[in-house]
DNA sequence: TTATATGTAGACAGACCTGTCTACTTACAG
DNA sequence: CTGTAAGTAGACAGGTCTGTCTACATATAA
């Protein structure tokens, strides 16, 4: 969907939305307190007057980054699994293909957990919601009988663990092997 | 164990380890960007020229935090696996002990890795140390037949998501339910 | 006594950061 | 045409940050 500015005569995204795509890429590659403004604004060709009309305070530019990663994510993870046969074998290749993409750098809900969730209530709240829809995409599509409330909770668990190892790990295999394990041990 | 130098006359921590020690709360509390080196100089009581003698950047600093943090957690994990009997349902109460406390913010190495991971590729390589560390304390303390090398793994998964959970989910009494559905799925 | 280690107070430099502002241009709707 | 929205270039303010430095004091060992 294209914004109805000079996207639609020449096929560029709106300045919005080229801030909204360059700050998802830098916050989530090198920290949110680690880029800084500026580079946001020189990458997403702007200048600092429409950024803030478009996003009143920094703070609001990481909500909004946080907003676009939950829809985008949770829709990758969502098809993913289903791509994958929708059952709870499709564990272990879905979290592979997003482990071994060349710029996978953890959870970006963890990362912001970590780096601001003192000082920003909202952000926890934006974490656990996430977290929250993760477990029910996993509850919806891979178990089947819906009373398997604990065992989706279970299922997050590891799937958080997973995710976590996979950032500090030189190689995703011995991590997928544990998500493989723990899963027989499940089914 | 104490230094020789004031400390040994008044009691007091010397410069240094006063420095450590409040780096260690604030990084831990605030986040590692988050914590300017005047605020630990304030609160630590010495002058910059005695922190820059000691720690001869932050960077410095921020290794130190570590390694003690390292150190001490691993000593607590493993007294406290022990105190609650040194089987697999010790883990549950261990996990209550830290989770329930006053100032828990989640895995210091997590959080590090998630601030810094991209800058500073020996953080990576402390953390995977540390975490490869606690999974031989499951190994060596809860799982005696010591072939059981993917089953600590798994645990070390399990431990990893629950720390990851109960940070941003405001009482720990559904993650620790989690984790003993899911050591009970493991036994 | 001298030399060394460790500590003090505090100023300073330069970089980076977030946010405010001026003056102007272009596109579009009515 | 006018008014509005959205964009431009770029300067500026003030704050925070890390690290460098001067000048001095105290404790200890030889």
Known sequence: ??????????DVPSARERLLLTAHRLFYQDGIRATGIDKIILEAQ?????FYRHFPSKNDLIRAYLEYRH????TWFSDSLTRHGGNLTALVPVLAEWFEQEDFRGCAFINSLSELGSEHPDIVEITRRH????????????LKPSKQE??????G???????????????PCN??????????KLL
């Open 71 to 74: 829809e985008h994510w949770l």
């Open 1 to 10: 969907m294209k914004s109805l500015n000079a996207s639609s005569k020449k």
């Open 46 to 50: 702007v200048t600092k007057v429409t």
């Open 150 to 155: 604990q065992l989706a909770e279970v299922i």
């Open 131 to 142: 977290k929250h829809d993760m477990i029910d995409v996993v509850k919806r599509l891979l």
């Open 175 to 184: 991590t997928l092997q544990s998500v493989q394990n723990a899963v027989e």
């Open 157 to 171: 668990l590891i799937v958080d663990g997973a995710i976590v190892r996979a950032q500090y790990e030189r190689d």
